[in-house]
Nanobody, 124 residues
Framework: QVQLVESGGGLVQAGGSLRLSCAAS????????MGWFRQAPGKEREFVAT????????SYADSVKGRFTISRDNVKNTAALQMNSLTPADTAVYYC?????????????????WGQGTQVTVSS
């Protein structure tokens, strides 16, 4: 059983940056691909980024490519999402998630464990 706790959300102006962190406990962190998803009010949860078990092969949604960077530290059991050039369209609750299956999956139903989410609000 893996527990995930996100932090780092907040209110930022358009064009600004935020760094989200995800702390994992209760399992073998390197046994999971890690992903970030987000859900805006009235919308479905959508894929943002994923990274493989040992930190290679990051993959991004087209909407964030070039602006967001996913990373992980298997010693500290943490994952992170650096978000730059934020726009109001990035406003959402952001979730980190752990996937014990194949690398690169983008559907939320494939992920085994989820954090509680952290709110990101970008003002115009």
């Amino acid at each position: 059983q893996v527990q995930l706790v996100e932090s780092g959300g907040g209110l930022v102006q358009a064009g600004g940056s935020l760094r989200l962190s995800c702390a994992a406990s209760g399992g073998t962190f390197s046994g999971y691909n890690m992903g970030w998803f987000r859900q805006a009010p009235g919308k479905e949860r959508e894929f943002v980024a994923t990274i493989s078990r040992f930190g290679g092969l990051p993959s991004y949604a087209d909407s964030v490519k070039g602006r967001f960077t996913i990373s992980r530290d298997n010693v500290k059991n943490t994952a992170a999402l650096q978000m730059n050039s934020l726009t109001p369209a990035d406003t959402a609750v952001y979730y980190c998630a752990a996937d014990s299956g194949a690398y690169g999956r983008r559907s939320s139903i494939d992920y085994d464990y989820w954090g509680q989410g952290t709110q990101v609000t970008v003002s115009s």
